[in-house]
């Protein structure tokens, strides 16, 4: 994921749409590897989007696709890709439709997009998602991205979703570090993750148990759940 | 800014510090250039940082210093360095004196230092930051995170503070976007940025003047609000 925005930068506003995307596709299987966050930089953005679609199978970008100097992740894709920027007619046409004789350059840089590129429409999108190859353009507005999840979704499809449980407990995170070691070589196929929280009086560690094999979750589970002190054990969430 | 975590990547928890770290530091006057997110990955940790700490001043990377397995950003940050792991003894003392007798493998782990590495007291931090060279090791847990950042200012000092103002519109984006692009042009040092909101019935466009010379902050605001229609202006902040 390249996420193009000086306001994360800036500490203007805080990011919404990695943890959005992160939950989706740990649900349809996708595992999310790397996130990126780069400025409204041209050049930025095309070598990060280069390093990215040669690294992996999906690259999803947020942001920088509006009317405005500052929008400048479409362009910089088509220099990624080497490929002119054309304009569409059908956007152009929706565009002059929605803003008539108002309609100003900037409206139409929105109908803009990399030759070759796809336009995706689909559940939940009142205007098309914009696909390059193996690379798809989010706009970065948090209720809008959401939106777009549901187009997505229906074109890359499910994999093996991943599972999730997890037992919050009172122990010292320190004292069942060798445990939760065990667990995971033990466990082939399942990540063990262990979350402290300082501060609460309902638990000091959360542990959970990914993968996705279900049956294979489970065991690791119930393996740390029969190891633990069961006074330690706060509860067990799913 | 690297940070580390498969909790993150997976949607389980969201992401805080970028956001703490983006503000402390464009109050500092230090513009935040790039952010990575990556998994517990001993490898990838130590590829990024290494990347990072070629390209910029300083690095500062969140998260995976704990006592368990999947806390891997001492060793990895190691490893970037080529430089063995050395267990210090004034924080294999303290954690002693404070584990006792029950002071598992687990804890003496977060007594372990990359070498030459160096421990930074300070302000608001009852456990030292680590660094090497120009790469800072923050915590995770964002409230812990946020403690750490005094001791940090102390160390990195004082740069030339950016500042920010902002213009709330009820234009259309896409009518003012000439306009702004004219005053980022014209204003040299500001950073113009514009950020669409929809179906708020307070305001559609939120404008932002940034830069290190508050005057020339001052004069672009200033042009764009005698540019624009009275009654598109909601309201000015500061």
């Known amino acids: 994921m390249l996420v193009i925005g000086n306001e994360i930068l800036t500490g203007k506003v805080q990011e919404a749409n990695v943890a959005a995307l992160a939950t989706e596709l740990f649900g349809l299987g996708v595992m999310l590897k790397r996130v990126i966050v780069c400025p409204d930089e041209p050049e930025t953005i095309a070598r990060d989007v280069n390093e990215l679609r040669a690294r992996f199978d999906l690259v999803i970008t947020s942001g920088g696709v509006g009317p405005t100097h500052d929008d400048v992740t479409v362009p910089a ?26 309609t100003t350059d900037g409206h139409l840089r929105m109908a803009e997009l990399p030759e070759g590129g796809e336009l995706v429409l689909g559940a939940g ?34 994999g093996t979703p991943f599972h999730t449980r997890a037992i919050y407990t009172r122990a010292d995170e320190g004292d069942i570090a060798a445990l939760l070691e065990r667990l995971e070589r033990e466990h082939v196929g ?34 740390c759940r029969s190891a633990l002190d069961v006074a330690l054990i706060v509860r067990i969430d799913p």
Request: without cysteine; hydrophobic residues 45%; neutral net charge.
């Open 77 to 102: 894709i088509a220099a990624a890709f080497a490929r002119p920027l054309l304009r569409d007619p059908s956007l152009e046409a929706r565009i002059r439709a929605h803003f008539g004789e108002r």
């Open 125 to 158: 999108t009142a205007w098309p998602l914009l696909r390059v190859e193996n690379v798809w353009i989010f706009p970065g507005v948090p209720d809008i991205f959401k939106g777009r999840l549901l187009a997505f979704r229906e074109r890359v499809g499910l």
């Open 190 to 223: 399942v990540t063990v993750g262990s979350y402290p929280r300082f501060g609460d009086p309902d638990y000091t560690v959360k542990v959970t148990f990914d993968g996705q094999d279900l049956e294979a979750v489970h065991a690791a589970l119930e393996a």
